[in-house]
């Protein structure tokens, strides 16, 4: 298989190969502008994410992709939103289940709790911290789409299979001329 395609390079001459490489960098860039056009769209640094964990099961299962927005309103007790606690990488969906407003200020405070799990966040939080800031919250649950985000999962488990996936898929794009 990478035969064929590995000869097929070899056919083209430098001005294709170099033609070829600035498409794929076209749609690197195009992938991005996307991206940040969805991020300006829906307020939301990150407007498409991926749960990795069982913690919202029924409402959310491993693998959904979930399409967020950051709405100008406070957020209600109920709201399922995608939160990431100072310090660390990875952003948590989970339920709002409690909120406390500060008048003087205008600072929202609240706490979240995974459905499936048996108690609230405050484990999660940093050492001393009861609840999480508004700021901290990336954005608001808008919809989602069951499993599609299984690929994610399967790459971040099994690193060869990312980069195996990109090198087959940039060895197709170098060859394929349309």
């Not at 056009?37 to 640094?45: C, I, K």
Request: proline residues 5%.
């Amino acid at each position: 298989m990478f035969e064929d395609e590995i000869a097929t390079l070899r056919r083209m001459s430098k001005r294709q190969v170099l033609m070829q490489i600035l498409n794929f960098l076209m749609i690197i860039a195009s992938a991005l502008m996307v991206w940040k056009g969805l991020a300006l769209y829906t307020n939301s640094e990150s407007p498409i994410v991926v749960v990795l964990s069982g913690s919202m099961e029924p409402a959310f299962y491993r693998g959904d992709l979930l399409f967020l927005g950051m709405p100008d309103e406070p957020l209600r007790v109920g709201d399922i939103c995608v939160f990431k606690i100072p310090g660390r990488d990875v952003p948590i969906v989970h339920r709002v289940i409690k909120l406390h407003d500060e008048r003087d200020t205008g600072m929202q405070y609240i706490l979240t709790k995974g459905d499936n799990n048996q108690v609230d966040d405050r484990g999660l939080y940093n050492p001393g911290q009861l609840w999480i800031h508004r700021k901290d919250v990336v954005g608001k649950v808008r919809g989602f789409l069951p499993y599609v985000g299984m690929v994610t999962i399967i790459m971040n488990d099994y690193p060869q299979a990312k980069y195996l996936l990109i090198a087959a898929l940039g060895i197709w794009v170098l060859t394929h001329r349309e």
